[in-house]
């Protein structure tokens, strides 16, 4: 497939696992064992993250590039605005097309204080993702996404319709899909996809799925993200928060139930936050019937 012919499969619903780029060799094969295992799935995509700040920026293209020739399975990079020049971006987004990427999440990243901290301009570079998904719409070849934020996003000051104008936006400059930040409750998830509907959107909405495998982890990414989980749920980890047994089957056991309700709400797909590891999220997917997988 050239990269002007790129287009996500509309198998619905679809599924990706997103990775990181793994910091040192024993991470790494651990990575490639994950990747190995959740291969089965027969993914449609899957995603790998760039640190902001272009920390990440060899191994993101290095490990797809491996990825694209050992599976031949479609990849989307992600790249933050975070530090770069317009130039810079422009210089990475040709080192995505050589690598054989299908595909972009547009970000802006967040500040280095964190994601409510005050964005700090970088002379020449971008100051919101819109320019990013102008940017590579301008260079063509590939699908772009963006990210989505069922909870709003944490910039945002609670203002839910800001984000709706933003995404319609960036979808009238070219972007075709989006991916959410973690879901625990669907409800947020048709909320967003009901207001993009009602403007005339077709953006596909892949819900991000978490597997959660640790009470401080999940606590830190919610209080980061700004992410939102029901009271009742939050309870019943806290519950397991010493016993790990425990609180990973009840991670895997809310995953599946939010995947059911994503999907009976016309999901067009599950992308999971595999975080390199294959165990919870290959549990959740053999628990979903209807991935017929
Ligand atoms: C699926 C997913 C994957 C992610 N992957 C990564 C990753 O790989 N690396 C990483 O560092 N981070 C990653 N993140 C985190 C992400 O970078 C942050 O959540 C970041 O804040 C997202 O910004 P954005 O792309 O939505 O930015 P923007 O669209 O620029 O929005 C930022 C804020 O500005 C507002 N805004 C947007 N456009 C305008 C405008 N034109 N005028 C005025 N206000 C505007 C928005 O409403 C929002 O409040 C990911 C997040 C998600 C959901």
Not at 55 to 62: K, L, N, P
Not at 129 to 140: K, N, P, T
Not at 193 to 218: C, E, F, H, W
Not at 263 to 277: D, K, Q, S, T
Request: net charge negative.
């Amino acid at each position: 497939m050239s990269a002007d012919t790129v287009e996500i499969p509309n198998t619905t619903p679809t599924i990706s696992f997103e990775f990181f780029p793994p910091k040192d060799v024993q991470s790494e094969a651990n990575l490639w064992k994950t990747i190995d295992e959740l291969q089965q799935f027969k993914p449609d995509f899957v995603s790998i993250t760039y640190g902001a700040g272009g920390g990440t920026r060899d191994r993101t293209v290095r490990i797809a590039s491996e990825f694209i020739a050992k599976t031949g399975v479609q990849v989307i990079g992600h790249l933050t605005c975070v530090g770069s020049t317009r130039a810079e971006l422009v210089e990475i987004l040709g080192e995505y097309k050589d690598a054989g990427f299908h595909g972009l999440l547009a970000l802006r990243g967040d500040p280095v204080g964190g994601p409510t901290a005050p964005w700090v301009t970088t002379p020449g570079g971008f100051d919101y993702a819109d320019q990013l998904v102008e940017l590579a719409s301008e260079i063509g070849g590939f699908s772009i996404g963006v990210a989505a934020f069922p909870d709003v996003h944490p910039a945002s000051d609670g203002n839910f319709m800001q984000d709706i104008n933003v995404l319609l936006r960036k979808e009238a400059l070219g972007a075709t899909f989006a991916i959410t930040q973690f879901v625990f409750d669907s409800g947020r998830y048709e909320a967003l996809r009901n207001a993009l509907d009602a403007r005339g959107s077709k953006l596909s909405i892949y819900p991000g799925i978490m597997p959660v495998t640790s009470y401080p982890q999940i606590v830190r990414m919610l209080e980061l993200s700004g992410g939102y989980m029901p009271k009742a749920t939050r309870l019943r980890f806290a519950r397991y928060q010493n016993d790990p047994a425990s609180l990973k089957k009840l991670g895997i056991d809310v995953a599946v139930q939010v995947c059911e309700d994503v999907f009976a709400l016309g999901a067009e797909g599950l992308h999971f936050y595999a975080l390199n590891n294959a165990g919870p999220t290959s549990e959740i997917i053999k628990q979903l019937s209807m991935l017929n997988r």
